[in-house]
């Protein structure tokens, strides 16, 4: 069973970087395809990038154009590159399979945007 471990995440000013890092125990190079996902106090957890084996990503329309994810299957990881933070970017940030997910969930990497 594939465990994930994400990091990276602390607390920066906005318009500031982060670079998020999801470390798997085991190969994902079979995973269709890994998402980042992130959960605000009081609100859903949500989709915010995924990727595909082959390199295909879709990012959701709050973070186009500031946040970039990458994989490297031979190190078992997954990036999120985040640019540009908002405030609103505020959340508990985690990595999965998508669209069926790895349980448990990792224990998630804080990320606080200071205005």
């Known amino acids: 069973q594939v465990q994930l471990a994400e990091s990276g995440g602390g607390l920066v000013q906005a318009g500031g970087s982060l670079r998020l890092s999801c470390a798997a125990s085991?190969?994902?190079?079979?995973?269709?395809?890994m998402g980042w996902f992130r959960q605000a106090p009081g609100k859903q957890r949500e989709l915010v990038a995924r990727?595909?084996?082959?390199?295909?990503?879709v990012y959701a329309e709050f973070v186009k154009g500031r946040f970039t994810i990458s994989r490297d299957n031979a190190k078992n990881t997954v990036y999120l590159q985040m640019n540009s933070l908002k405030p609103e970017d505020t959340a508990v940030y985690y990595c999965?399979?998508?669209?069926?997910?790895?349980?448990?969930w990792g224990q998630g990497t804080q990320v606080t945007v200071s205005s």
């Open positions: 999965n399979a998508w669209p069926v997910f790895i349980v448990p």
């Open positions: 085991g190969s994902i190079s079979s995973i269709t395809a």
């Open positions: 990727i595909t084996s082959g390199g295909n990503t």
